[in-house]
């Protein structure tokens, strides 16, 4: 029997154990292809996650802090294209959404290596370790001590001006941010980063020594996005700034799917839309959405409502740390109002998601229409269903407006549920990104 969507929810939002290690059956070990690296990656509820979580939630409880969780993360995308590049954050104490990611990859880091397991994050770009010592860090942590090719990079380093918010520790470079509700401080460090067969010498990455909050992944995350400290800029000779990855449906029994470092063995067919630059915010991958469709009949979205705006950060990205659509307000509810003449059922709700049925109805599709490419959604990406009842979900809401946290989302996220079951290809140098489906098993 598949594993429950209440149980899939649980482990986003639940304070995460990791003194229960993965599964000894499981083969965290890549699947090598000449010219290229293929990862598992594990949703954190996997029998081979060491994250799985150990109580118990309501399905409306998890639906309603996911909510919550989604909506801290997107004001988070938000305001990073109005804070300037050289403010310095400040280390925040108090009470915090947790906000940790939902699909991990094993890396190990050191030599001897030490495995950590990463969470992937195509909206960061440096990777972020635990170490030694760290206050607020979780009790897994890489220990420098132990690898003689570890080593501190001092201020006069060039990365140290591609950190945000830099700063001289003594000699060493530090930097401090904010991520999701969460601040760290995390000193500019190099060691070697084994990524299946691959070993990287002298990878870059922050050796965190200060957390508050709970939204930094525990074990550490892999920066995936654009900027010159993310994993395709520092490995762009070795896997030519391309990845893949696809991402295991909650009916998975494993929760497993695969993250594709390099072009070789990516798929031959796939329709491609141009991949948009935001100077602002480099790192994230925008794409032009020009429509949305309910089975085969054109939603009429409001004219300028999915335009790309670089001076404020309007567009569609997608991200692989939400787990539900978002879309602005104008044209969330073009959608949302088109999908329910189609289902035409009466609507109840459950907080953000206002567009949800008691007892079976029948799902249309739905179809982001990109330049140049559709990405078409079956019912397990449009709908949240309980499985300790009747009620099913839309699995999208509206972007925070006006008054919600400290600043109005301005970008439609496409977010992991609706991305499950396809592979996803982010080709930088062809700037150009390509989706098809595939299961992710």
């Not at 990073?80 to 940790?100: D, E, T």
């Not at 220990?143 to 001092?154: D, G, K, V």
């Not at 141009?274 to 794409?287: E, G």
């Not at 978002?326 to 949302?336: H, N």
């Amino acid at each position: 029997m598949a594993p429950s969507l209440p149980l899939l929810l649980l482990t986003l939002l639940l304070p995460i154990s990791t003194k229960a290690g993965p599964d000894p059956q499981c083969t965290w070990s890549g699947q090598d292809q000449p010219g290229t690296t293929t990862l598992p990656v594990m949703h954190v509820f996997s029998p081979c996650s060491p994250f799985r979580p150990r109580a118990s939630m309501s399905w409306e409880d998890t639906v309603l802090e996911m909510d919550s969780r989604d909506r801290a993360r997107l004001i988070y995308l938000s305001s990073q294209l109005l804070v300037p590049k050289k403010s310095i954050v400040p280390l925040a104490s108090g009470r915090q959404l947790l906000q940790s990611t939902t699909y991990i990859v094993r890396a190990r880091v050191g030599s001897p290596a030490q495995t950590m397991f990463v969470s992937m994050d195509t909206s960061n770009d440096a990777a972020w370790i635990p170490c030694s010592g760290c206050v607020g860090c979780s009790s897994t942590v890489f220990n420098p001590a132990r690898s003689p090719t570890f080593r501190s990079l001092s201020c006069q380093a060039a990365q140290c001006s591609q950190v945000p918010n830099p700063r001289c520790a003594g000699a060493n470079c530090a930097f401090n941010m904010t991520y999701g509700s969460s601040t760290f401080l995390a000193s500019l460090s190099q060691d070697s980063l084994a990524l299946a067969a691959d070993v990287v010498p002298g990878y870059t990455f922050g050796c965190l020594r200060h957390v508050t909050g709970s939204s930094v992944p525990p074990q550490g995350l892999l920066g995936l996005g654009r900027g010159p400290l993310s994993l395709m800029s520092q490995t762009q000779s070795l896997y030519k700034s391309t990845f893949s990855y696809c991402l295991p449906s909650y009916k998975s029994l494993n929760f497993s799917g695969s993250l594709k470092l390099g072009p070789a063995g990516q798929p031959l067919r796939m329709t491609y839309t141009p991949l948009l630059t935001n100077p602002r915010r480099p790192s994230l991958y925008y794409v032009n959405l020009i429509g949305v469709r309910i089975g085969r009949h054109p939603v009429d979205v409001p004219r300028g409502a999915l335009a790309f705006n670089p001076a404020t950060g309007a567009g569609t990205v997608i991200d692989s740390g939400i787990a539900f659509t978002r879309l602005v307000a104008p044209v969330y509810e073009a959608v949302r109002d088109a999908f329910r003449r189609r289902v035409r059922a009466p609507v109840s709700r459950l907080g953000g998601f206002d567009t949800c049925y008691v007892g079976k109805v029948v799902v249309p599709t739905v179809t982001f229409v990109f330049e140049g490419m559709n990405m078409t959604l079956g019912e397990e990406n449009v709908m949240i269903h309980s499985t300790s009842g009747s009620l099913s979900c839309l699995a999208m809401a509206a972007a925070p407006g006006a008054g919600v946290g400290t600043v109005d989302s301005v970008v439609n996220v496409i977010a992991t549920m609706q991305q499950q079951n396809h592979r996803v290809v982010f080709d930088v140098p062809n700037k150009r990104l390509g989706v098809s489906r595939e299961p992710c098993t």
